[in-house]
């Protein structure tokens, strides 16, 4: 019996004025596992995320989590589904006007009933979970940007989600911040049991960390599946991303209208 897949896209579709940022995008999601959402900046990959999420209506296709179609909910049943799911956002999201103990018991008072002193020995549990237990006191400002990152992930985690989302989880850190959250991630999934969706360009953690890969290039799928399956991919663009070359398909130039000897020539006649 293969894999139950709790989020299954068909045919997404997202523009932004006029320009296809997501082009009918099929892909699934298997529960209890890590999926990474792979592309280079200005992919869709996070376009992508935040469709998935309710954030942002696409413009046709089918979103489904857990058997329901989100796109298509009321106000009152996306709030449920919400309760449900998880998000560490890219730059971490934190409330500048609260503690770190306020940040965190914020979705608690938001959507539950508990008594303060429930909600206090639960933050403790969650900055114990990732290593910050003792910083309560501390504003956002006099954090570091991992410790922003870790105490996000607190947050996000507040009510035991069984799906989450992380968008570019490891972005600005250094490599043991980067390597603290990523571990965080995969124990998260363990103990939780957890779907795990990661939007990353990261190739070393994504290899490392990933039971499925989505490689996203201008808004399109250009391959899924596992691991081996995207190192062993014949797409040259698939190739050339994942082994950083310069050359290729993925090109880094913008699109002069003019060849170069042209415009030097033209610019030279108008000074």
Known sequence: MGERQLIRLNQVVKRFEGRLVTDHVSANFPQGKVSVILGGSGSGKSTLLRQM????????????????????????DLYRLRQRLGM????????????????IAFPMRAHTNLSERMIRIIVGIKLEMVGLRGTEHLMASELSGGMVKRVALARAIALD??????????????????GVIEKLI??????????????SHDIPSTFRMADHIIILSHGRV?????????QQSPHPEVQQFIQGLPDGPIR????????????LMQRAQRL
Do not use: H, W
Not at 88 to 102: I, K
Not at 161 to 178: H, K, N, R, Y
Not at 222 to 230: F, K, L, N, V
């Open 186 to 199: 995969l124990d998260y999934k363990k103990i939780r049991g957890a779907t795990c969706v990661v939007v």
């Open 222 to 230: 250009i391959a899924q599946g596992s691991a081996q399956e995207i």
């Open 252 to 263: 880094f130039r913008y699109p002069a209208q003019a060849p170069l000897q042209d415009d």
């Open 161 to 178: 989600p069984p799906v989450m989302f992380f968008d570019e989880p490891f972005s600005g850190l250094d490599p043991i911040s980067a």
């Open 53 to 76: 999420t309710g954030l942002l209506p696409p413009d046709g296709g089918m979103i489904e989590i857990d058997g329901q179609d989100v796109p298509q909910l009321g106000r009152r």
């Open 88 to 103: 560490l956002f890219q730059n971490g999201a934190l409330l500048n006007a609260m503690n770190v103990f306020e940040n």
